[in-house]
């Protein structure tokens, strides 16, 4: 929805009369311009003002233009279909929400169980030999940090993936363009001091709070699932390295790095607790995504429509 598609709604919520007004408008600018002069017979200075504010009307070369007539058209005809005109409410519909299926469930509790192979050597060794049986003959050609680098990379691009494949952008749109409006519709009533509109807006708002919900259960459907294949891999990197001072089951050597200006072992740590090997995972990681999202062009994060 345009910004001038929204505001047409909201002025029709408002106040009844502006419909009327702004039927005139049309009407009277047929070549795309419309003078005071020539409706203010028909319509209020008011409402003739309000216009202009709110940018459906903007300057032109001999009187006011339109700032969008296809959009004026379709906001008063969304204005007719959703009754906003009779207090009904906002002038954004609620988009409907996200249903897991029974596989998304299924991965939520699966990685749930995964989590365990932190905590417990049996569940984390179990897990890494079956991922060893992928990486393991990468680790007898290639350093570590190449291997590691080919893991952030997998796990990259299957999360950019994930997320533009199960992630709605334009749902996500409609659940932030409808607070966006709330908010605006509840500024607009305060400058006019109108509590009545204030009390039906705090309303909405409240039930606007199940957006929150949506919004949360849109950007968690993926999470689970990469979750559910990136767990796997980290159990297998720990396993690798040695886990909190359990033996490494690779000999991995040490590694020079900038930072440390020395020789290190992949299990130091370098930021506070953090190893050295997972701030390298996580580096490699944010640097591939950025890649893989630029060149498949997917975009990560909703737009207004």
């Known amino acids: 929805?345009?910004?001038?598609?929204?505001?047409?709604?909201?002025?029709?919520?408002?106040?009844?009369?502006?419909?009327?007004?702004?039927?005139?408008?049309?009407?009277?600018?047929a070549d795309g311009e419309v003078k005071w002069v020539d409706v203010r017979e028909d319509i209020s200075s008011g409402q003739w003002g309000r216009l202009i504010e709110k940018g459906i009307l903007t300057d032109g070369e001999a009187g006011f233009a339109l700032a969008d007539r296809e959009a004026i058209e379709d906001g008063l005809e969304s204005a007719d279909e959703s009754g906003t005109a009779s207090g009904s409410g906002g002038d954004v519909e609620t988009p409907e929400g996200t249903s897991w299926s029974?596989?998304?469930?299924?991965?939520?509790?699966?990685?749930?169980?995964?989590?365990?192979?932190?905590?417990?050597?049996?569940?984390?060794?179990?897990?890494?030999?079956?991922?060893?049986?992928?990486?393991?003959?990468?680790?007898?050609?290639v350093p570590f940090h190449i291997v590691v680098m080919v893991v952030a990379l997998a796990t990259g691009l299957y999360s950019t993936l994930l997320r533009a494949g199960l992630m709605d952008m334009s749902k996500m749109s409609q659940y932030q363009e409808r607070m966006k409006d709330i908010q605006e519709r509840r500024k607009?009533?305060?400058?006019?001091?109108?509590?009545?509109?204030?009390?039906?807006?705090?309303?909405?708002?409240?039930?606007?709070?199940?957006?929150?919900?949506?919004?949360?259960?849109?950007?968690?459907?993926?999470?689970?699932?990469?979750?559910?294949?990136?767990i796997p891999a980290f159990l297998w990197m720990f396993w690798v390295v040695g886990y909190r001072g359990s033996e490494a089951n690779y000999q991995l050597g040490e590694l020079v790095i900038p930072i440390a200006g020395r020789a290190v072992e992949w299990t130091e740590?370098?930021?506070?607790?953090?190893?050295?090997?997972?701030?390298?995972?996580?580096?490699?990681?944010?640097?591939?995504?950025?890649?893989?999202?630029?060149?498949?062009?997917?975009?990560?994060?909703?737009?207004?429509?």
């Open 1 to 29: 929805m345009s910004t001038v598609e929204r505001k047409v709604r909201t002025l029709v919520a408002e106040d009844d009369g502006m419909r009327e007004a702004i039927d005139v408008v049309l009407e009277h600018a």
């Open 102 to 141: 029974k596989w998304d469930k299924a991965a939520g509790l699966t990685t749930v169980g995964l989590f365990a192979g932190y905590a417990w050597a049996p569940v984390r060794t179990v897990i890494a030999g079956a991922v060893d049986v992928v990486f393991g003959p990468l680790m007898n050609l």
């Open 188 to 230: 607009e009533a305060k400058q006019r001091d109108d509590q009545e509109a204030l009390d039906a807006i705090q309303d909405e708002q409240m039930e606007a709070m199940g957006d929150q919900l949506g919004m949360f259960k849109e950007q968690f459907r993926p999470m689970v699932w990469i979750m559910f294949l990136t």
């Open 269 to 305: 740590p370098i930021l506070g607790p953090i190893q050295i090997w997972i701030v390298w995972y996580f580096l490699c990681s944010m640097a591939f995504t950025q890649i893989i999202q630029k060149s498949l062009n997917i975009q990560m994060s909703p737009t207004s429509a």
